[in-house]
C-alpha cells in the first residue's frame, strides 16, 4: 500500500516536472488523467487536444505488466496487460480524429522485440504496439513514428519499485538512469522515427 501511495505521488511529481519543462520552453502543456482503456474518457481529453489545431507530439508510455506463467494468468490479467498497450493506442488515434499530429512516440520493451519469461503478454502488447506505429507510415504518413523498446529504468517507471531493481541485478542487467534515457525520445525524434532497442 506504501508504494503504490508513493507511485501515485511520483507519477504526480513526474507529471508536474514535464508541464513545467513544456511551459518553461515555450510551448503549452494540457494535462488529463484518464483510463486508457476507457474510449470515452480518451475520447474527452482529447478534445482539448483538437480544439488547440494540432498535436505536435503524443507519447504512449502506459503500461501494466504482471510476470507469471501464461497457464497461471487469469484471462482478466491477459487483457489487462495487453488492453493498455493496444486498446489505449487505439483509443488515443480515434481520440484524435483527423486532428494534425507532428509525432508520435511509444514506449515499448526489449521484452517486445525478445521476449521474456513470464511476460508472454506485455511482450506481445509492447510488439504489438510497435507494428500499430510502423502502420503509420500508411494511415497518417505527415506524422513520425518512434517505438522505443526500453530495458529497465533505474529512477522512475514500473521496473523502479518494489523489488525489481535487486531483481535485475542479480540476473546481472544495468537499468538504465533517467538523465540518460530522457534525451533518448528527442534524439530518436530528430533521427526521423522507426522502432528502436534502447
Not at 508541464?19 to 515555450?26: F, L, M, N, P, T
Not at 526489449?110 to 521476449?115: L, S, T, V, Y
Amino acid at each position: 500500500a506504501i508504494e503504490r501511495a508513493l507511485a501515485g505521488l511520483e507519477r504526480q511529481a513526474a507529471a508536474r516536472a514535464a508541464i513545467e519543462a513544456i511551459e518553461a520552453a515555450g510551448g503549452a502543456a494540457r494535462y488529463h488523467q484518464v483510463d486508457l482503456c476507457d474510449a470515452a474518457q480518451v475520447a474527452g481529453a482529447l478534445a482539448d487536444a483538437r480544439a488547440a489545431g494540432r498535436v505536435d507530439a503524443l507519447i504512449h508510455a502506459a503500461g501494466l505488466e504482471i510476470s507469471r506463467a501464461l497457464p497461471d494468468k487469469s484471462d482478466a490479467e491477459l487483457a489487462r496487460v495487453l488492453d493498455v498497450k493496444a486498446d489505449g493506442w487505439c483509443h488515443l488515434i480515434a481520440g484524435l480524429g483527423d486532428a494534425a499530429l507532428g509525432a508520435v512516440v511509444v514506449f515499448s520493451s526489449i521484452a517486445g522485440r525478445f521476449g521474456n519469461a513470464g511476460q508472454t503478454d506485455y511482450s506481445a502488447g509492447n510488439d504489438l504496439l510497435c507494428k500499430l506505429v510502423s502502420n503509420l507510415r500508411r494511415t497518417r504518413p505527415a506524422t513520425r513514428g518512434v517505438a522505443i523498446d526500453w530495458t529497465a529504468w533505474a529512477d522512475l517507471g514500473m521496473a523502479s519499485r518494489g523489488s525489481i531493481p535487486k531483481i535485475m541485478e542479480a540476473a546481472g542487467i544495468a537499468m538504465l538512469p533517467a538523465a540518460l534515457g530522457v534525451p533518448v525520445v528527442g534524439d530518436e525524434l530528430a533521427r526521423g522515427g522507426g522502432e528502436v532497442v534502447i
